[in-house]
């Protein structure tokens, strides 16, 4: 009795699988609740709690929660409607389809081409499909009509409708909004002056911004490059003018 005792203990220890099918919530605020299966009674959420294929989560007004998969984190805002159609582990590989009915989210995802992984939010307009990026998804009502709108903030999502008819690449720094009718082209969204885009970054947990000062070498290195050359060229055209007058 005691050697199988052993032996299944061993086993949930060094087989991953056996717990990896599932994520948990971090930064419970507010009224956010929990549905498992996607049936039965409303429970409020707490800190850790296991979240899993079929689970629905709510936030009320000034609530939110944040979704830790395998490799994306996913910050829901007040007023969302959300959930997870299905989740899959399979090693370092990850297959989730995420469900946003209503509200807006944040997500920052990791780059999934190299392990052949997939992520895919659907909404009633929409499907985003993703493969490794941060990007920020929101569902309205607009006079009677339901809109998906989404903002790529680093990478790329590739947008489509919902028959998948009409499909677009959506870059950094662009948005798009799809509804019943289509998705429009990506368009540059132009933000105010005070905009204070670090603080913005910094909302989202485990992202790495670019070291002070990099930006500013490179700009250097580019000013030294076009010095050189056009110094190049002022001795190229002495060269010719000499040889001119000659």
Same mark, same amino acid.
Do not use: H, P
């Given at each position: 009795m005691k050697k199988i005792l052993c032996i299944l203990t061993l086993s949930f220890i060094f087989l991953p699988w056996a717990w990896a099918d599932s994520g948990h919530l971090q930064d419970v605020q507010g009224?956010?609740?929990?549905?498992?299966?996607? *049936?039965?009674?409303?429970?409020a959420a707490r800190e850790g709690m296991e979240v899993s294929a079929g689970d629905r989560i709510t936030t009320g007004k000034n609530s939110s929660v944040t979704v830790k998969l395998q490799k994306a984190v996913i910050e829901l805002k007040p007023d969302t409607q959300f959930g997870i159609k299905h989740y899959?582990?399979?090693?370092?590989?990850?297959?989730?389809?995420?469900?946003?009915?209503?509200?807006?989210?944040? *997500?920052?995802?990791?780059?999934?081409?190299e392990t052949h992984s997939q992520l895919d939010v659907i909404s009633p307009t929409s499907v985003a499909s993703v493969r490794g990026t941060i990007f920020d998804e929101e569902v309205y009502e607009y006079r009677g009509e339901i809109y998906t709108r989404i903002a790529v903030i680093e990478g790329w999502v590739i947008f489509c409708n919902a028959d998948l008819s009409h499909c677009i690449r959506v870059r950094d720094g662009e948005e798009a909004t799809a509804n019943g009718d289509g998705v429009s082209q990506p368009i540059v969204e132009e933000l105010p002056e005070d905009f204070d885009f670090d603080e913005l970054l910094e909302e989202i947990d485990g992202f790495e911004q670019e070291p002070e000062g990099a930006q500013d070498e490179e700009e250097e290195e580019e000013e030294e490059e076009e010095e050189e050359s056009s110094s190049r060229d002022d001795k190229g055209s002495q060269q010719l003018f000499t040889l001119e007058t000659v």
């Open positions: 009224n956010v609740q929990l549905q498992k299966g996607g *049936a039965g009674a409303w429970t899959e582990i399979n090693g370092d590989q990850m297959k989730s389809t995420l469900q946003l009915d209503l509200g807006r989210l944040k *997500a920052r995802v990791d780059r999934l081409a």
